[in-house]
T-cell receptor, first 114, second 113 residues
Framework: AQTVTQSQPEMSVQEAETVTLSCTYD???????LFWYKQPPSRQMILVIR??????QNATENRFSVNFQKAAKSFSLKISDSQLGDAAMYFC???????????FGAGTRLTVKP | EPEVTQTPSHQVTQMGQEVILRCVPI?????FYWYRQILGQKVEFLVS????????KSEIFDDQFSVERPDGSNFTLKIRSTKLEDSAMYFC???????????FGPGTRLTVT
């Protein structure tokens, strides 16, 4: 079974600085998708970024980028120029191309200090 | 981007009662999902729904749970006889296709007393 591990329960960053959140996953499949979701205090799940496993190029969305290392099964999220509104729980998620259920990590709580 | 909506935002019910949680997915999305998040824990997959039938379900989704899309717009999750451990945040999600990302609704907080 696929598992997703986020080894950092909490992280903090100074406003305008850069922070990297870690995620590793375990799978025997070659075709899958990876996601980062943000959950602010409102508890809504907001898609931050997505990566297809067959793409070697790392996905980027404005201040958010990933470092996807397929061989190492690692999928970290880098947030540049951190803003106060980035404070939230961040969940890494895995979804096989063969089915629809997403597996989530336990989350990392990010605090942004002014 | 259009939004997935869910009602109610908070539901309080007594143990043993039936509850129905409602979701209105994005109109051109064909795949629908329910997830739950027990307070302080990770988000867990319950079920996926496509073409008016369940396509996958987890071990959590036992006989007390059911889903349907009765009128072509609302997507509902029914819990037949609630238990205390059903207290959680329930998220509906929708996607255009199986290879596309899933967009989540704001969630329904279910409290079983």
């Amino acid at each position: 079974a696929q598992t997703v591990t986020q080894s950092q329960p909490e992280m903090s960053v100074q406003e305008a600085e850069t922070v990297t959140l870690s995620c590793t996953y375990d799978t025997s499949e070659s075709d899958y998708y990876l996601f980062w979701y943000k959950q602010p205090p409102s508890r809504q799940m907001i898609l931050v970024i997505r990566q297809e496993a067959y793409k070697q190029q790392n996905a980027t969305e404005n201040r958010f980028s990933v470092n996807f290392q397929k061989a190492a099964k690692s999928f970290s999220l880098k947030i540049s120029d951190s803003q106060l509104g980035d404070a939230a729980m961040y969940f890494c998620a895995y979804r096989s191309a063969a089915n629809n259920d997403m597996r989530f990590g336990a989350g990392t709580r990010l605090t942004v200090k002014p | 981007e259009p939004e997935v909506t869910q009602t109610p935002s908070h539901q309080v019910t007594q143990m043993g009662q039936e509850v129905i949680l409602r979701c209105v997915p994005i109109s051109n999305h064909l795949y629908f999902y329910w997830y739950r998040q027990i307070l302080g824990q990770k988000v867990e997959f319950l079920v996926s729904f496509y073409n008016n039938e369940i396509s996958e379900k987890s071990e959590i989704f036992d006989d007390q749970f059911s889903v349907e899309r009765p009128d072509g717009s609302n997507f509902t999750l029914k819990i037949r006889s609630t238990k205390l451990e059903d207290s959680a945040m329930y998220f509906c999600a929708a996607g255009r296709g199986s290879s596309y990302e899933q967009y989540f609704g704001p969630g329904t907080r279910l409290t079983v007393t």
